[in-house]
Nanobody, 121 residues
Framework: QVQLVESGGGLVQAGGSLRLSCVVS????????MGWYRQLPGKQREEVAT???????AYAGSAKGRFTVSRDNAKNTVYLQMNNLEPEDTAVYYC???????????????WGKGALVTVSS
C-alpha cells in the first residue's frame, strides 16, 4: 500500500512562513517526479511547483520568488517552503508523485489527502 501524507499546514498571518512536507511510504521501488498542487476555495486545483529526481524545479507564476520546492530522495520526501504568505494563498495543498510500487507492473501517479493552509489578513 502506497501512501502520501502531507504535514505542516495550519494558520499563519499574512507575511509569515510555512513549510509543508510530504512523505511517501509503502512498498516503493522508485519515486520519480514529485510536486505540489493547491485548490483555492471555489476554484479548480492548480499546479504550484514540481521537482524531478535530479533536483530540477518548475514553479507557477504566483509562487516564483516566494515558494521553494525541494526533496530528500533518501527519505522519499518532498518539501514546500512558503514565504511571504498572502491571504490569496489560502488553500488545500496536495502532494503528488509518480511512483513505481512493488504491487504494480508499472508506475503511476499518487496523491496525498491534502493539507489546509489558512493565511489571515
Amino acid at each position: 500500500q502506497v501512501q502520501l501524507v502531507e504535514s505542516g499546514g495550519g494558520l499563519v498571518q499574512a507575511g509569515g512562513s510555512l513549510r509543508l512536507s510530504c512523505v511517501v511510504s509503502g512498498s516503493i521501488i522508485r519515486v520519480s517526479d514529485m510536486g505540489w498542487y493547491r485548490q483555492l476555495p471555489g476554484k479548480q486545483r492548480e499546479e504550484v511547483a514540481t521537482i524531478h529526481t535530479s533536483g530540477t524545479t518548475a514553479y507557477a507564476g504566483s509562487a516564483k520568488g516566494r515558494f521553494t520546492v525541494s526533496r530528500d530522495n533518501a527519505k522519499n520526501t518532498v518539501y514546500l517552503q512558503m514565504n511571504n504568505l498572502e491571504p490569496e494563498d489560502t488553500a488545500v495543498y496536495y502532494c503528488n508523485a509518480y511512483i513505481w510500487a512493488r504491487s504494480s507492473a508499472g508506475g503511476m501517479y499518487y496523491w496525498g489527502k491534502g493539507a489546509l493552509v489558512t493565511v489571515s489578513s
